[in-house]
């Protein structure tokens, strides 16, 4: 079928009108397909878990993320185009925000010359704009991304987590976390600023409504103090005098960077938790982040009375740092010993040096470390993990 240039001007209309931005995403999604001179067009969303992907149209059954042409497109943000069942042909599009994987987008047509990719390519960001605008209100995109219910602790927690990936041509930052609907006091951040990529970890004593708390106050602390210019150490004290004021009985192990996306400077304080890892050239550079650590955050003025250490180090272009909590380090293999720090970071050289994006290299990490406890976890695990990757690189 040969679609008419004007195609492009007829979704410049639609999206123009704005009694469209009150839309269902099904029906924009449809009615954009159809300007665009397109069969069809189905939108799919990863699952929280990263495992399947559920599409927004009830009458289309689910993917895995593992075992299918969309997941494909999935894990390697790359086009596939495949002969429909139905006739026709069927392209799988990556629908993906900044650097962040939503899931996947199926056009079929036809037939799917250059025009029509490039257009069904439109769509797909298009989506991705519309479930990252929608989801934080519309509860059929949060209800469409689980696949169990969710206890109470992990339903606070990720109310105020960031998107698992964030990133920039400098710098590329990504996150799990498991058990994905009983997580406790485990969490993570990253944001970032025109020069620099600001990335932490924390895990809060004990796993429960109380953990969560402690997190979520650790969590608001530390960004309120970042989006005032506070410095990492004042950064720190912020969260250290929230916690004394409003939950004096809690603490958390934490830990919190700064990277300088021009220069690759690394900064960082340690609060009592396990040492970050440092891969470069494909290998483990052992003892290359390991510090005394500081007192975990809350505890300060018990033990100590001295200012935090604030740690330095220059990243080179490539390298990967590792932040984690004990949960994964202390989790059984299939053959019941722990995993521990070497098998652990062994995992993620062997993907780097594949060429695998850091997204996908987490995702089955995260899941090799569920699959072999039969998803029974004894403790929270929770990865974060960024790449300086300059652009003269």
Not at 178 to 203: N, Q, R, S
């Amino acid at each position: 079928m040969t679609v008419p240039e004007t195609a492009d001007s007829v979704l410049g209309e639609f999206l123009a009108d704005p009694r469209n931005a009150a839309l269902d995403l099904t029906t924009a999604v449809a009615r954009c397909a159809e300007a665009l001179g397109l069969q069809s067009a189905v939108v799919y969303q990863a699952d929280l878990q990263q495992r399947q992907l559920a599409p927004l149209n009830d009458a289309v059954p689910t993917l895995p993320i593992d075992d299918s042409l969309a997941g494909w497109a999935y894990r390697t943000q790359s086009l596939r185009v495949v002969e429909s069942e139905l006739g026709g042909m069927t392209a799988w599009l990556p629908m993906v925000d900044g650097v962040e994987r939503l899931g996947v987008l199926a056009v079929h047509a036809p037939a799917l010359d250059p025009l029509s990719l490039r257009r069904g390519r439109t769509l797909a960001q298009l989506c991705a704009m519309m479930v990252t605008s929608k989801r934080a209100y519309k509860d059929t995109y949060v209800r469409s991304a689980r696949t169990e219910p969710m206890r109470l602790p992990a339903e606070m927690l990720r109310a105020y987590l960031p998107p698992r990936t964030i990133g920039t041509t400098h710098a590329v930052s990504t996150a799990v976390m498991e058990p994905a609907y009983e997580i406790g006091g485990d969490a993570f951040d990253h944001a970032l600023t025109d020069t620099t990529l600001h990335a932490g970890i924390l895990d809060s004593m004990g796993h429960n409504l109380a953990s969560g708390l402690t997190t979520v106050v650790s969590l608001a602390a530390c960004r309120n103090a970042r989006r005032t210019g506070a410095d990492l150490s004042e950064l720190v004290d912020s969260v250290d005098e929230a916690l004394a004021e409003w939950l004096p009985d809690q603490f958390c192990t934490a830990i919190v960077c700064q990277l300088d996306l021009a220069t690759g400077g690394l900064r960082w304080i340690n609060c009592g938790h396990p040492p970050p890892l440092l891969i470069r050239d494909q290998r483990l550079v052992a003892g290359a982040m390991e510090r005394d650590a500081d007192p975990p955050l809350g505890l300060p003025a018990t033990f100590v009375s001295t200012p935090r250490r604030v740690h330095e180090m220059n990243l080179e272009p490539g390298d990967r740092v590792l932040m984690y909590t004990d949960g994964v380090t202390e989790a059984r293999t299939q053959h019941g010993d722990e995993l521990g720090l070497d098998r652990f970071a062994d995992y993620v050289i062997r993907a780097t040096a594949t060429g695998e994006l850091p997204p996908e290299t987490l995702r089955r990490l995260i899941h090799s470390v569920v699959d072999a406890q039969d998803n029974r976890l004894r403790d929270d695990a929770t990865i974060v993990m960024f790449e300086w990757r300059p652009v003269d690189r």
